[in-house]
């Protein structure tokens, strides 16, 4: 019986498609449809195109942005960091110079002593 439904089934589907195979290509209202749906579907193809290219173009503008950002960034921070550094070698060289005072003084009270 399962066969018999399966072949009902194939059977009305092939009628089907041949119908509307019929309507579109043999009628004149059926290729004015057709030639409509195939003017429909061209011009959506051209609208995702044209979307598409938009959407990568956008993206790489923020691409570029981006990494212009952090180009900027990692400059800024790396000349921070270079100021830092400057700062903490003339602090320890100042603390070395007060050290070197303080241990004369104390030499010289030693000596005075």
Same mark, same amino acid.
């Given at each position: 019986? *399962?066969?018999?439904? #399966? ?12 119908? &509307?195979?019929? /309507?579109?290509?043999?009628?004149? =209202?059926?290729? !004015? ?5 195939? =003017? #429909? ?7 995702? !195109? =044209? ?5 990568? =173009?956008?993206?790489?503008? /923020? ?6 950002? &952090? ?8 000349? !921070? ?6 700062? &903490?070698? *003339?602090?320890? #060289? ?17 000596? #005075?002593?």
């Amino acid at each position: 019986m *399962s066969k018999r439904s #399966n072949l009902a089934g194939f059977a009305l589907m092939g009628m089907a498609a041949g119908a &509307a195979a019929w /309507y579109f290509f043999g009628t004149k =209202e059926g290729r !004015k449809c057709l030639d409509k749906a195939m =003017e #429909n579907l061209n011009e959506f193809s051209e609208t995702v !195109k =044209e979307k598409t290219n938009e959407g990568i =173009e956008r993206a790489s503008e /923020y691409a570029g942005k981006a990494k212009s950002e &952090a180009k900027k960034r990692y400059a800024e921070g790396k000349e !921070k960091f270079a100021d830092v550094a400057d700062k &903490a070698k *003339s602090t320890a #060289n100042k603390v070395k110079d007060d050290a070197d005072a303080v241990g004369k003084k104390a030499s010289r009270a030693a000596d #005075n002593l």
